[in-house]
């Protein structure tokens, strides 16, 4: 069975601090998928990465960052120098090959709050 | 413009009552699904189509119905809505699935039943 775990409940941090949330998953595919979902407090649901299993390089994009590494099944996530924007819901995803490639899983989200 | 369209984005019902929550897609997707999003529990699959007439199950599908005639439109039906269907709903789609493709998501639908 797939599962995703964020551990992380909530997280609050003051502007401008690095910060790091995290995914841990399970699955019995060799070939999977993982995503990071954000949710802002207006709540719609914006996409912000996907990652398949055979590509282990860490990625970049501006502030945020993500850190695939299969040996520990995480994937996470680090905002550098957070703003006020960035406060919100976020979720991380599995979604596996062939038969279980049309199901995702989704971990229950990290609050993240980003104080002034 | 691009988008995913849910109806209604606000109800109240009462148990037993039947609603249908639609969802419709202007950009020609094959793949659509259903969530429903609970506090502590993320977002949980509720049922999915990979193309018209092909619709299959996700984690959550007791209490729901789908139907897939249309390539546009999918939508949810709860036949005898109960307080525990209380949730948030997402609609979603995409090209051809969402291992292959970005999912775009509808604004959501808070449906309260009491």
């Known amino acids: 069975a797939q599962k995703v775990t ?4 909530e997280i609050s941090v003051v ?3 690095d910060v790091t ?7 019995r595919d060799t070939t999977y998928y993982l995503f990071w979902y954000k949710q802002p407090p207006s709540g719609e649901l914006v996409f912000l990465i996907r990652r398949n299993s055979f590509d282990e390089q860490n990625e970049i ?8 590494q299969k040996s520990t099944s995480s994937f996470n996530f680090t905002i550098t120098a957070s703003q006020v924007v960035d406060s919100a819901v976020y979720f991380c995803a599995l979604s596996g090959w062939r038969s279980s490639a049309s199901k995702i899983i989704f971990g229950s ?6 104080r002034p | 413009e691009a988008q995913v369209t849910q109806n209604p984005r606000y109800l109240i019902t009462v148990t ?3 609603l249908t929550v639609t969802c419709s897609q202007n ?8 969530y429903r999003q609970d506090p502590g529990l993320g977002l949980r699959q509720i049922y999915y189509s990979m193309n018209v007439e092909v619709t299959d199950k996700g984690d959550v599908p007791e209490g729901y119905k789908v139907s897939r005639k249309e390539k546009r439109n999918f939508p949810l039906i709860l036949e005898s809505p109960s307080p525990n269907q209380t949730s948030l709903y997402f609609c979603a789609s995409s090209p051809r699935g969402p291992s292959t493709d970005t999912q775009y998501f509808g604004p ?3 449906l309260t039943v009491l």
């Open chain 1, 6 to 9: 964020q551990a992380q409940t």
């Open chain 1, 15 to 17: 502007e401008k601090e």
């Open chain 1, 21 to 27: 949330l995290d995914c841990v998953y399970e699955t």
């Open chain 1, 61 to 68: 994009s501006g502030r945020y960052s993500w850190n695939f």
């Open chain 1, 109 to 114: 989200g990290t609050r993240l709050s980003i």
């Open chain 2, 16 to 18: 037993g009552k039947k």
């Open chain 2, 27 to 34: 950009m020609n997707h094959e793949y659509m699904s259903w």
């Open chain 2, 108 to 110: 959501g639908t808070r």
